[in-house]
Structures are given as structure tokens and as C-alpha cells.
């Protein structure tokens, strides 16, 4: 019984960390125009 709520909980942290890691990449993936002045 012991065994099976440590594998159910640490299913749920994996999918947790999933998700806010996949949440994290799609806000960085947002560039902005670099100014003509900055590119080489």
C-alpha cells in the first residue's frame, strides 16, 4: 500500500513539473524585433 501512494505521488510531481515547465517555454518563446542599431 506504501508503495503504490509513493508511486501515485510521484506520478503527480512529474506531471506537475511537466506542466510548468511546458508553461515556462511557451511565455521565454516570445522575441521581440531587434533594432537595426543591435544587429550585426
Known sequence: MKYK????MVTLLLLL????SASACSVSQYQTAVP???RR
Not at 5 to 8: A, D, E, R
Not at 17 to 20: G, L, P
Open 17 to 20: 513539473a511537466n506542466i510548468a
Open 36 to 38: 537595426e542599431s543591435l
Open 5 to 8: 501512494l509513493f508511486g501515485f
